[in-house]
């Protein structure tokens, strides 16, 4: 396994740490059904990209369905 030469300091040890923070993702609103979708990608609660229909998505069970 490697072995560092020498140690680093400690704001580059904490600069280093910042990163691994869960940093926040920049989503936007879907235009047909007003969810949160991430820019260049199918919305993944309808299926929609650009205004087409890129994907079938399988109709949502009822919640009376689902409990039962
Ligand atoms: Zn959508």
Request: hydrophobic fraction near 25%.
């Amino acid at each position: 396994m490697a072995l560092p030469k020498q140690r680093h300091t400690r704001h580059r040890r904490d600069r280093a740490r910042k990163q691994y923070d869960v940093q926040l993702v920049n989503t936007q609103e879907c235009p047909k059904c007003k969810g949160r979708v991430l820019s260049h990608r199918v919305c993944p609660t309808c299926g929609f990209y650009k205004g087409k229909e890129m994907v079938k998505m399988a109709p949502k069970l009822e919640a009376s369905k689902k409990s039962a």
